[in-house]
């Protein structure tokens, strides 16, 4: 079992960042891939980026070259860098993993871009 908490999110300028985490407790060696999903209002889930424990990377088309994830083990911490953020990256974040056959969801973070 595994717990994912998502602190961070908050209002953001257009073209500004923001670098929410997803901090995970629990059964974290069993974790292989960790994905981020974002809902807008209106929206379903959709898929934003993907690290594996290896540390491979994949990214949606439509934040490629502007998101980066990346996971400091010593926290257990993974992040999703969010650069030149625009109004249409409005949503809530989730971070999500499996163990085994079961999926794990953090809270979500509301991360809002508007002037």
């Known amino acids: 079992q595994v717990q994912l908490v998502e602190p961070g999110g908050g209002l953001v300028q257009p073209g500004g960042p923001l670098r929410p985490p997803c901090a995970a407790s629990g059964s974290t060696s069993s974790i292989y891939t960790m994905r981020w999903y974002r809902q807008a209002p209106g929206k379903q889930r959709e898929l934003v980026a993907a690290?594996?424990?290896?540390?491979?990377?994949n990214y949606a088309d439509a934040v490629k070259g502007r998101f980066t994830t990346s996971r400091d083990n010593a926290k257990n911490t993974v992040y999703l860098q969010m650069n030149s953020l625009k109004p249409e990256d409005t949503a809530i974040y989730y971070c999500?993993?499996?163990?085994?056959?079961?999926?794990?969801w953090g809270q979500g973070t509301q991360v809002t871009v508007s002037s």
């Open positions: 999500h993993c499996f163990i085994g056959p079961d999926g794990y």
């Open positions: 690290l594996t424990r290896g540390g491979s990377t």
